[in-house]
């Protein structure tokens, strides 16, 4: 996951405004922060670095993003590496000068990366797929060797790509002298949002909390499949894809990777994490003895993620709910850290316990999620070096067993916990007294409105949503990493 924000003003400081968006949006990755602007001549300024946005743009940098238009984005590395080169925002220099933010994963990078060097004699400079998916976006462009640009040239090459690509793909693009183009891939899998303030101005953004905070007025998701083009003067147009469209959002967004406070696709993340405790309170009375239920004396959320779903489930079970966990706000999410190592130095940073909630006290522990198992069982192992005599661990989210391939770091099934493992051998890896997950249509159930019942739930499931996602693919996944 990353967080991609583009903003198209009247004035020349569209970089304030990206700067508080992506800083409302650090979250979504802590890996790297860039930025690019165009001004009223065209020019392009442009500042990438890895490290948390405050501490990649200085004064001195941000006096340079003068423009009226930009995009931004927080990378958390999914495909490629973790050097400065795969910091985005990725430029291309024709045609016209293009610049694009990409929130996901496109799993037919390498062969539309070979396909971009033999056809279309387009050179590569690095292995990010987001590099991949500007210039098939280019080439499209560019085949309409036009000197002016339409909104249908725009929409036409947006369905190329559509056409051309597999994955999950959130993009926003600036077009020199022409404007700012937001799409979604046809199944919108990864959430793109945009609003409008003061009549002239708009902002598109990975989370509807960072147009929250900037006071801009909510105007829709960008839909799958649809692309919006907001031209230099400001006038808006929009096109919906003519090919298949399937809704599927994924639902890990709702479980762990959004702000409580975001609303995606019409669905409130909060909400959907209380019902999600509610459903999780109902599978351990099932799970659970009357006298283990009865044995337990607190229920504590391991912070932050956790805490809405716990709140409801100690009610629904009639247990107290104490905070037995202080979290060391400096330190970053440990699952969108980069490599193993440093998540496991992480969480004793990260994470301290309060003794007296602890002390001689059997305990259930609320989660999110378990993906790797090395956070859990080292949380575990806290509670019990803090004097607690049973600890049972429950997970608000299905076991995961699959990689997810659409833009979050579980890309090999032998990093994740629960391959080939059934609850009792996994709660044993852990250290548990007893492990409980969540069903996945209780999960389901949990997310769904009205308007969508379908979600990518693949690395629960094994069930992939895209074309390209094969046997072969998904056993070389392990080269990437």
Known sequence: MCAIVGVHTDKPNACLTLYNAMTVLQHRGQDAAGMATFNERGKLNIYKNNGLVRDVFSEQEMMKLKGSIGLGHTRYPTAGSYNFEEAQPFYVNSPYGLVLVHNGNLVNADELRSELFKKDLRHINTNSDSEVLLNIFANALQKRKKTSLSKEDVFNAVDEVHNRVKGAYSVIIMISGYGIVAFRDPNGIRPLIYGKKDQSKYMFSSESVALDCLGYNIEGDVKPGETIYIDHKGNFYNNIYNGKIYHSPCIFEYVYLARPDSTIDSINVYNSRLKMGVMLAKKIKK???????????????????????????????????????????????????????????????????????????????????????????????????????????????????????????????????????????????????????????????????????????????????????????????????
Request: glycine share 4%; charged share 30%.
């Open 287 to 481: 799970e659970l003895t009357k006298k283990e239920l009865n044995d337990i004396d607190v229920v504590i959320p391991i912070p932050d993620t956790s805490r809405t779903s716990a709140l409801p489930l100690s009610i629904e079970l009639d247990k107290k709910l104490r905070e037995g966990f202080v979290k060391n706000r400096y330190i970053g999410r440990t699952f969108i850290m980069p490599g193993q190592k440093i998540r496991k130095k992480s969480v004793k940073q990260k994470l301290n316990t309060i003794i007296k909630v602890f002390k001689n006290k059997n305990v259930l522990l609320i989660d999110d999620s378990i993906v790797r198992g090395t956070t859990s069982k080292q949380i575990i192992q806290m509670a019990r070096d803090a004097g607690a005599k049973k600890v049972y661990f429950a997970s608000a989210s299905p076991p995961i067993r699959y990689p997810n391939v659409y833009g979050i770091d579980m890309p090999y099934v032998g990093e994740l916990i629960a391959y080939n493992k059934n609850v009792e051998e996994i709660s044993e890896a852990i250290n548990a007294d007893k492990l409980i997950y969540q069903d996945l249509k209780d999960l389901i159930s949990s997310v769904s409105s009205n308007l969508i019942k379908s979600f990518d739930t693949s690395c629960f499931n094994g069930e992939y949503i895209t074309k390209g996602v094969n046997k072969k693919y998904l056993e070389n996944l392990h080269k990437t990493r």
